[in-house]
């Protein structure tokens, strides 16, 4: 009776969550954003300077404010005259410290962003260090809410030099 009851429960499940992809509307109002298909981006090492919290960019001059890009110049006057960025900075504890984007939604003019901070087993140094989450977002976006999870896991999330994929 178990099985029969969870059969049917998966199969309503996947008949809302089809819906809730199809009509936001009916489900919240929210957008979602899908985190493998390249319009987020988790960046370590990326020069920025002077953004303390999450924000929403939405003019060139204010980009070249905050990062170091002049060599790709034409390309993001472009993006901007279409499209927003959200920056969310991310403080690391340590190198070996990863970020994982888990959802992103749009809801009116607001961004609701939910990312991991994962802590693995590996051993690394303790230098506190920054990655940034970069989302590109439609020109009406222009709040952000990002809620950051702490995460520590016993083994490694991330290949080593001697990692074989099989």
Do not use: W
């Amino acid at each position: 009776m178990a099985i029969i009851l969870s059969k049917i429960f998966a199969g309503i499940m996947s008949v809302v969550i089809t819906l809730s992809g199809m009509f936001p509307a009916l489900f919240g109002g929210k957008e979602f954003i899908d985190p493998s298909q390249g319009d987020v981006n988790a960046f370590r090492g990326l020069s920025f300077s002077g953004i303390g919290e999450a924000a929403v960019i939405g003019d060139y001059e204010a980009f070249m404010e905050h990062f170091y890009a002049e060599e790709k110049e034409e390309v993001y006057k472009s993006f901007f005259e279409e499209s927003n960025l959200v920056v969310i900075p991310v403080t690391l504890s340590s190198p070996v410290c990863k970020v994982f984007v888990e959802s992103a939604a749009v809801k009116g003019d607001t961004v609701f962003v939910s990312y991991s901070v994962v802590r693995d087993g590996c051993i690394g140094l303790t230098v506190m260090s920054a990655d940034v989450i970069l989302i590109a977002v439609d020109k009406d976006v222009t709040e952000v809410v990002a809620t950051e999870k702490k995460v520590a896991v016993p083994f490694c999330v991330h290949k080593s030099a001697f990692s074989f994929d099989v």
